[in-house]
């Protein structure tokens, strides 16, 4: 090692058994050489990259080893490698970020070391909460939409033969099962069985 030799770690993942990390490895160690940058470690896995920190063993090594400052960068082949998810990748390079420790993405040509490469790190974090906004924002009209055909949320709805009678009787007097689902108090759906089994 020479005297201000960068030390960076190198991740790379894939993930299935039926995939390789050779060839990410080996373009990540050419990257390696031509910067003149010191491979303090490689952390290699196979896994999927939705599984959270905890279920990556060698992504949770890698940032338990930033923290105690082994390395300053970590270089990764494409910045999907690192996570999935917009919200997950944001999370890992976030706490990277707090140690001090720099991402370099191959693919996409990004340092976060670089003006360009914050900035592009800052967008990411805007473009997580929107998809989260966004996320929550379709649940909640899929939820309105929902109690609007009927579908009762919270605890499973029991039947008790009290209810089942009120039913019948309501059917019989040539109410809509809608109509019926609303005097009971249950979901459509759960009317619609009574209605079939007895």
Same mark, same amino acid.
């Given at each position: 090692?020479?005297?201000?030799?960068?030390?960076v770690?190198?991740y790379?993942?894939?993930?299935?058994?039926h995939?390789?990390?050779?060839?990410?490895?080996m373009?990540l160690?050419?990257v390696?050489?031509?910067?003149?940058?010191?491979i303090?470690?490689?952390y290699n896995?196979?896994? %999927?990259?939705?599984?959270?920190?905890d279920?990556?063993?060698?992504?949770?090594? =890698? !940032? &338990?080893?930033? $923290? *105690?400052?082994?390395?300053?960068m970590?270089?990764v082949?494409?910045?999907d490698?690192?996570?999935?998810?917009?919200?997950?990748?944001?999370?890992?390079?976030t706490y990277?970020d707090?140690?001090?420790c720099?991402?370099?993405?191959y693919k996409? %040509?990004?340092?976060?070391?670089?003006?360009?490469?914050t900035?592009?790190?800052? =967008? !990411? &974090?805007?473009? $997580? *909460?929107?998809?989260?906004?966004i996320?929550?924002?379709?649940?909640?009209?899929?939820?309105k939409?929902?109690?609007?055909?009927?579908?009762?949320f919270?605890?499973?709805?029991v039947?008790?033969?009290?209810?089942?009678?009120?039913?019948?009787?309501?059917?019989?007097?040539?109410?809509?099962?809608?109509?019926?689902?609303?005097?009971?108090?249950i979901?459509?759906?759960k009317t619609?069985?009574?209605i079939?089994?007895?």
């Amino acid at each position: 090692m020479t005297i201000g030799q960068k030390r960076v770690a190198v991740y790379v993942r894939v993930s299935t058994l039926h995939q390789t990390t050779e060839n990410q490895l080996m373009e990540l160690t050419d990257v390696c050489k031509w910067n003149d940058w010191l491979i303090a470690d490689v952390y290699n896995e196979t896994v %999927s990259g939705t599984k959270s920190v905890d279920d990556r063993g060698e992504l949770k090594r =890698l !940032m &338990g080893d930033a $923290a *105690s400052g082994l390395f300053s960068m970590v270089v990764v082949w494409s910045v999907d490698r690192v996570g999935r998810s917009m919200k997950h990748l944001v999370s890992v390079m976030t706490y990277l970020d707090d140690v001090g420790c720099d991402i370099y993405s191959y693919k996409q %040509s990004i340092r976060t070391d670089t003006h360009i490469g914050t900035m592009f790190f800052q =967008l !990411m &974090g805007v473009m $997580a *909460s929107m998809e989260n906004n966004i996320r929550k924002e379709r649940q909640m009209i899929g939820i309105k939409r929902a109690k609007k055909e009927g579908v009762v949320f919270g605890r499973k709805c029991v039947v008790d033969n009290e209810m089942e009678l009120k039913i019948v009787e309501l059917r019989h007097k040539g109410k809509s099962i809608r109509q019926i689902a609303k005097n009971v108090g249950i979901s459509v759906g759960k009317t619609h069985q009574v209605i079939k089994r007895c």
